[in-house]
């Protein structure tokens, strides 16, 4: 059974940087496009960026363009978001979600089947 686990969430100021980590247990992690994924309270999961099998191919949601940068280290099954310049709006809990086979690039939490818990992230303004 594949198991994610965020890490690196915490409380930050505006203008502030921090990078979130997803270690995944279990075979076969470089076969599966990655994604992360944000929510609020009250409100849906809110896709933030995503990343191909081979880190060749990545797509952000438009606000944290510039900002967010994702990237994977198959040899150690990790998927990282590094968040720049953050801002009070990034607020949320972040999760990090394997994408359903074949489906790199949606946008849709339902192309997701695994989810990890969620590391809380607060930009103070």
């Known amino acids: 059974q594949v198991q994610l686990v965020e890490s690196g969430g915490g409380l930050v100021q505006a203008g502030g940087s921090l990078r979130l980590s997803c270690e995944a247990s279990?075979?076969?992690?470089?076969?599966?496009?990655m994604g992360w994924f944000r929510q609020t309270p009250g409100k849906g999961r809110e896709f933030v960026a995503c990343?191909?099998?081979?880190?060749?191919?990545?797509r952000y949601e438009d606000s944290v363009k510039g900002r967010f940068t994702i990237a994977r280290d198959n040899a150690k099954n990790t998927v990282y978001l590094q968040m720049n310049s953050l801002k009070p709006e990034d607020t949320a809990a972040y999760y990090c979600?394997?994408?359903?086979?074949?489906?790199?690039?949606?946008?849709?939490?339902?192309?997701?089947?695994?989810w990890g818990q969620g590391t809380q992230v607060t930009v103070s303004s």
């Open positions: 279990g075979p076969a992690f470089s076969s599966y496009p």
């Open positions: 990343i191909s099998r081979t880190a060749l191919s990545i």
């Open positions: 979600a394997r994408a359903r086979a074949l489906k790199y690039g949606s946008t849709d939490p339902r192309d997701y089947d695994i």
